[in-house]
């Protein structure tokens, strides 16, 4: 199998606004902002990264395909591969603690079932929310869409725009009080960041297809990188 050759250049799209220089991001700002696991037990966001690297994914909400479908890639990420190099691998949402636990989806014999987001996606490693948007509101994460000439298309999602969205659509109207999980307007991203304050890495995504590639990622924390395409295999570099 072909080596993934390493990652030469600067990571930047021709809009900025997706991407903040690491010496620019303030991690002070949100190093007391609390987050909630999944039994609602709340935490400091600077606990994720006081003693090791962190490689930290924001999502826009449990809802959304393309989210789903990122984290579906993320789930294949082996835990021995990070326990080694020391690194987190972490998930935050922008909905309530409830929300990480259960959601509702269409299976194949379109029966609506309730099923954890966690089984639902194969992600294992941990995963947060951050109900009020403060940690997305102080990095600047935008709110909103925005498109630029050569389209956002991320290696990470499988359906097409109308397929997931109606997708999403439906989980939004057979879930509670038609709740859709989150803000479905706020958009995520992706720091590398830790020991301590050190920011080594931040990538704010413009539109709901601007995911930093995983592969990237990795390779930006000093980890092998995987092949999606069929499964988990690490790749030599």
Not at 37 to 44: A, L, P
Not at 129 to 156: A, C, F, N, W
Request: hydrophobic letters at 40%; a neutral charge.
């Amino acid at each position: 199998m072909a080596a993934v050759l390493p990652i030469t250049r600067q990571i930047a799209r021709s809009v900025q606004e997706n991407r903040r220089a690491s010496h620019d991001l303030c991690i002070a700002e949100v190093r007391d902002c609390l987050i909630f696991d999944r039994h609602g037990v709340s935490k400091t966001f600077s606990s994720l990264f006081q003693h090791n690297k962190a490689i930290i994914v924001f999502v826009r909400n449990f809802l959304c395909y393309t989210c789903k479908e990122y984290v579906e890639d993320l789930g294949k990420i082996p835990r021995q591969m990070l326990q080694e190099s020391n690194v987190r691998l972490v998930v935050i949402g922008q909905s309530s603690w409830g929300h990480i636990e259960f959601c509702f989806f269409l299976d194949e014999s379109k029966i609506e079932k309730k099923k954890a987001f966690c089984s639902l996606t194969g992600y294992s490693h941990e995963i947060y929310v951050d109900p009020e948007r403060q940690i997305y509101k102080k990095l600047g994460m935008r709110r909103g869409e925005t498109y630029m000439e050569t389209p956002s298309s991320s290696p990470h999602v499988k359906s097409g725009v109308l397929v997931g969205s109606l997708r999403s659509m439906w989980r939004a109207m057979t879930s509670p009080a038609f709740d859709f999980q989150g803000d479905p307007l706020q958009q995520g991203g992706a720091l590398i960041v830790g020991p301590a304050p050190q920011v080594h890495f931040a990538h704010f995504d413009m539109n709901r297809l601007d995911h930093m590639p995983i592969n990237w990622l990795l390779q930006l924390a000093g980890l092998q990188t995987l092949d999606f395409s069929e499964s988990h295999k690490i790749i030599d570099i």
